[in-house]
């Protein structure tokens, strides 16, 4: 028995490396065959890090209890692919567990830091950064580091280091966040020894002209970069001085001393004579000497030719012009003498042979009564003419040359003599082959009927509906023909729109690339589509618009791979903005003083779009802390949730006196959600809670027990807007117009009860290209409830200043404490007028009305005692707003008030 | 005593060894890559196909030189789709690019021609030059787009991220 056992061993030992060699040296050759058609049971995941297994599978096609088709598995790869950071993926089965999928992936290294080592000084890391070619998150490509560091070596060298060694090395990230598949990379460079200039000889041009832009002395480092850009200011120095062909260089370095060669070449010179309408330095402009880099008969003709068109342009069509070209110590004096005449304008324009009203003609027309006669845009006239004749079915219209004739001094008569001809109209609208689109739905689409005018641009529009109609219906290679038959006028023009749909094509699965801190499912839920819905460009269009408007990405490119069994599969690639902002900033106000800001934001908290910021405000009467929160998807759906807590500490100060009032600190927080019923119309649903503590009370201040002491208001608010400006921050045109209600109650644990609202409505219109006439009207009413009956202090209406009455100080309006210090009101209303008149494209000069005031209750509001301002403001164009300034008159001033008041601020005031 | 104490020990470990050998291998590949050219990626299905095609008209061709045609291949079609997008067939699209790109910038001078015929007289067999004229500047014109071709597929070579994947590439290819 023992024998038997120990022979076993002995064969089993003998066999045993004969099993492991064949196991193990032939890799990858099955030891049996596999059935093909066995369902994916499990899939295993080897190797992946940047994407979830989720996606990976996704992006394979790889679906449990499926059956793997090999082309589905090579278009899944290939897939995958796509989002570009893979360098190896394989798909294999278990050999002993065909239902086992096994999908191993390597990815591509990425560049998660690069450190700089230099020894030696000279040279700033930004000018490492930008010579080297790798860049920090970008992909590693290791066949390039010999090429990186050579062109930084020779960066190096050209900057006056032609020692410099340069070594760059990649290591795997190590360390506690240590992570596959990302490397840092550290460029160690030595300097050496910089090459010094010991001279600098300028050839050619004495040096203190030179000087002026090359700059380098004995000692510099000799560094070609500046050099360069030296020589091209230098170069363009003498451009600007009419040089014809200035030559600012080649330069040469030779024992220390650097060698530039200067020779500016045959300057010109232009002199004008007689020109009143336009100026010489507009005339020199137009030269086209310096272009040409000469001076010649052929060029003095065509300048000649400019300054006439100019002059056409200005009105002055007979203008003459004469040149006298001479040449003077090897350079050029070029004089024009000018005879303007008089300024022609147009007297008048008739038509003859038409049946159109003659103004309706000259809406057409630039030459109309009373502009500048430049034959010029004759031609221009007739065109604009013939393609209104034809909009209007006249096809055979013709507009021959108008007749021009003297119509007192200075002032020309046009006539135009116009033969209409037949006018045609559509006669039958057929459409062959229309396809599966329902044919009502083709003809609606089409919208042309029998005896509609005939109309190029109609019938061509109606094409153009029509394709977007069955693109839209997955329809993408549709293809449309229109046949006119103009063989019977008297019946109409017949059109026969032949469409030949083509194959309907699907969405299939989309490839997100790009999107390394965002989370694929902030992508994926903007998708207007699903997979194995028509696919159409205007969707993707549409989608690349909603991804943008996250505004988390900086780029963002839409496009479709190559078609498979009439399916698109789509590539999003996404370019991400940095998340993260600081706002930082300090002011002086005439009534705070001193005052800063600073702003910490972030729009991606855990890739998810998600946006927190903290913002802190100091001035010598507040300190301000403001949390917020702003979840974009509640709840799974598009419905923006925004959480905000607040600290306060203020001091309420008498604007005239600077006593305090009152001081106030507040804790508050509140949260809710904002909802677009429509793209214009928006509402507003939030619930806030407030800890007021409000003390140090001058006695006329206090109106009520809640002005004293500490108060807490628990209060829901809802609003809804109406917006339909062309843009929030300088509006041209639209309404803006909304209602918040806030109610405070004992049901929500309120110390206090009441009830306010406030309502507005503005309206922006653009009166003339520069010259935009906007409104504003504001009504706010409050009341308490229950056992209040006034307002806490800070819950109370104010107006005047900046952005309500202006010539009024801030908060000035309305009721007041024996001090002077305004207290409140529970009504206000307040309008504004203003004319916004642009000065130049960033200058602006805007005249205002404004009329308001503040009641202590509903019932004391009075019309008579509405307080009125004028004034006239500046405006000035900036990124965030125009910068204001307001200068205020009171136009029914009571007695102590001052005449007038200066505001400054950003925005406008409403 | 202590002879047997090895002979068991050895044995248990290499009846581990031998039950864990061929679970590590195995696993059938269904497909994987063998090449990508920046974000595309070259399959061995792929692969395998075109050398399957390649070898019925050059039986000596290599695996390696399939698969280097396959890298230029997509190298050109990507530059070529950005003039000619889909519909357009993949042949079109690189036959069209190629005609706009380089060929119809490849002009033949006389000159070249001649001398090609000086050179090549005796080969020619004598006859005049006007005779073979035409045929000289075809081939010649060939040489030199593909020439032209060549240099542009080294550019676009040295901007792509190219790396390739043969090993244990199944005997059957080699």
């Not at chain 1, 049971?41 to 793997?68: A, Q, T």
């Not at chain 1, 096809?395 to 037949?422: C, F, Q, W």
């Not at chain 2, 299905?45 to 390696?64: F, N, V």
């Amino acid at each position: 028995m023992k024998n038997k056992k120990i022979r076993f061993l002995k064969v089993l030992i003998f066999f045993a490396p004969l099993f492991l060699l064949a196991s193990w040296l032939i890799p990858g050759v099955p030891l049996a065959a596999v059935p093909a058609n066995v369902p994916i049971k499990k899939i295993k995941i080897e190797g992946l890090y940047s994407i979830s297994s989720d996606e990976l599978i996704y992006l394979l096609c790889l679906r449990s209890s499926n059956v793997i088709v090999p082309e589905n598995l090579a278009r899944g790869i290939k897939r995958a692919f796509k989002k570009g950071i893979f360098e190896y993926i394989s798909v294999g089965r278990d050999e002993d567990d065909p239902g086992v999928i096994i999908v191993k992936v390597r990815e591509k290294d990425r560049i998660k830091d690069i450190s700089f080592n230099v020894k030696g000084a000279g040279i700033s890391k930004s000018f490492l950064k930008d010579n080297l070619i790798f860049k920090k998150r970008g992909f590693m490509r290791y066949d390039l580091l010999g090429k990186a560091e050579a062109d930084l070596k020779e960066a190096l060298s050209e900057s006056g280091y032609p020692d410099a060694r340069v070594v760059i090395r990649a290591a795997r990230s190590s360390g506690k966040g240590k992570s596959p598949y990302r490397i840092t990379l550290t460029v160690s460079v030595e300097m050496g020894q910089p090459v010094l200039i010991k001279a600098v000889q300028i050839v050619g041009r004495p040096e203190a002209e030179a000087g002026k832009y090359i700059k380098f002395a004995a000692g510099d480092v000799y560094d070609q970069y500046k050099l360069k850009a030296q020589i091209n200011a230098l170069q363009k120095y003498y451009v600007g001085k009419n040089y014809l062909n200035p030559s600012v260089g080649p330069y040469s370095f030779s024992q220390g001393v650097l060698y530039i060669n200067v020779v500016p070449g045959a300057r010109y010179e232009t002199f004008f004579y007689g020109n009143h309408a336009i100026g010489k330095k507009a005339l020199a402009a137009l030269m086209p000497f310096s272009e040409a880099e000469a001076v010649r008969d052929d060029l003095v003709e065509e300048a000649v030719q400019k300054i006439k068109d100019a002059y056409r342009e200005k009105g002055h069509p007979f203008v003459q012009v004469a040149p006298v070209l001479s040449e003077q110590d090897g350079g050029y004096i070029v004089k024009f003498h000018i005879f303007e005449d008089g300024k022609i304008t147009v007297a008048s324009v008739s038509f003859s042979g038409s049946t159109v009203p003659a103004k309706t003609l000259e809406e057409f027309l630039l030459l109309r009564k009373g502009a500048l006669y430049n034959p010029d845009l004759i031609d221009t006239d007739r065109s604009n003419l013939q393609d209104f004749y034809a909009s209007l079915g006249y096809l055979d219209a013709s507009v021959p040359e108008p007749s021009v004739t003297k119509a007192g001094p200075n002032k020309m008569a046009i006539t135009y003599h116009i033969a209409e001809g037949r006018k045609y109209l559509i006669g039958q609208v057929e459409v062959v082959g229309g396809g599966p689109v329902p044919a009502g739905l083709v003809k609606a689409t089409l919208g042309l009927r029998h005896g509609d005018i005939y109309n190029e641009i109609d019938v061509t529009n109606a094409r153009y509906r029509l394709l977007e109609l069955y693109n839209g219906k997955g329809y993408a290679e549709c293809k449309i023909g229109i046949k006119r038959d103009f063989s019977a006028p008297d019946t109409g023009v017949k059109l026969v729109y032949t469409i030949d749909p083509g194959q309907k094509f699907f969405f299939g699965k989309s490839v997100v690339v790009g999107n390394y801190q965002t989370k694929l499912k902030v992508v994926q839920r903007e998708f207007l589509h699903k997979p194995g819905d028509p696919f159409s460009q205007k969707i993707l269009l549409k989608e690349r618009q909603k991804l943008y408007e996250l505004g988390i990405f900086r780029d963002v490119e839409v496009s479709e791979l190559p078609p498979y069994n009439a399916t698109f599969d789509t590539v999003y690639r996404v370019a991400e903005s940095k998340p993260g902002a600081v706002d930082i900033g300090a002011g002086y106000g005439e009534y705070e003083k001193y005052r800063g800001f600073l702003g910490l934001s972030y729009n991606n908290l855990f890739g998810m779009n998600r946006t927190g910021a903290i913002n802190l405000e100091v001035s010598s009467i507040e300190k301000r802390a403001v949390l917020s929160y702003l979840e974009p998807w509640f709840l799974g759906r598009k419905l923006p949730f925004r959480a905000t807590a607040l600290f306060e500490s203020r001091s309420q100060l008498n604007y005239d006196t600077r006593q305090v009032s009152y001081k106030l600190i507040r804790y508050s927080g509140s949260a809710g959600v904002e909802k677009k019923f429509t793209p214009n119309i928006k509402g507003q649903f939030y619930y806030e809670f407030s800890l007021v503590r409000t003390y140090d009370v001058v006695p006329g201040v206090v109106l009520s027990r809640e002005d004293v002491g500490t108060l807490a208001i628990s209060a829901i608010r809802p609003s809804i807007e109406y917006d339909t400006r062309d843009n929030p921050f300088d509006p041209r045109s639209g309404v803006l117009a909304g209602a918040t209600f806030k109610l405070a109650s004992a049901a929500f644990f309120s110390q206090t009860d009441f009830a306010k609202m406030v309502v507005r409505a503005a309206r922006y219109q653009a009166i003339s290209s520069r010259l935009v006439l906007a409104m504003d009207a504001r009504v706010g009413l409050a009341e308490g409830l229950g056992q209040t009956t006034e307002l806490p202090i800070e819950e109370r209406f104010f107006l005047g200043g900046r952005d309500s009455v202006r010539g009024y100080t801030q908060d000035a309006l309305g009721p007041k404490a024996p001090d002077g210090t305004p207290v409140g009101g529970n009504a206000f209303f307040v309008a504004n007028l203003e004319f916004r008149q642009a000065l130049t494209k960033d200058l602006g000069l805007v005249p205002f009305l404004d009329a308001g005031n503040v009641w202590p209750t509903i019932g004391q509001i009075r019309a008579l005692d509405i307080r009125f301002a004028t004034g006239l403001g500046l405006r000035y164009k900036t990124p965030v707003g125009p910068l204001r300034i307001d200068y205020g008159i009171k136009l029914s001033r009571r007695e102590g008030e001052s005449r007038s008041k200066i505001d400054f601020s950003i925005g406008h005031a409403f | 005593m202590r002879f047997k104490q090895i002979l068991n020990i050895t044995a248990a470990v290499l009846l581990v060894l031998a039950a864990a050998g061929p679970l590590k291998a195995a696993e059938k590949i269904l497909d994987r890559t063998v090449a990508f050219v920046n974000d595309d990626a070259i399959l061995l299905s792929e692969l395998d196909a075109r050398y399957i095609q390649a070898k019925r008209l050059t039986p000596d061709i290599t695996l390696g030189q399939v698969l280097q045609t396959m890298i230029n291949r997509q190298l050109l079609l990507v530059q070529a789709r950005k003039i000619f997008p889909e519909p357009v067939s993949e042949d079109k699209a690189l036959q069209e690019f190629t005609d706009l790109k380089i060929r119809a910038f490849v002009r033949i001078p006389e000159q070249a021609a001649r001398n090609f015929y000086d050179q090549n007289k005796k080969q020619l067999g004598g006859v005049p030059f006007d005779s073979v004229k035409d045929q000289i500047e075809r081939l010649l014109k060939e040489k030199e787009i593909n020439r032209r071709l060549q240099a542009y597929l080294e550019t676009l070579r040295g901007n792509a991220d190219i790396k390739i994947f043969l090993e244990n590439t199944p005997a059957i290819f080699h």
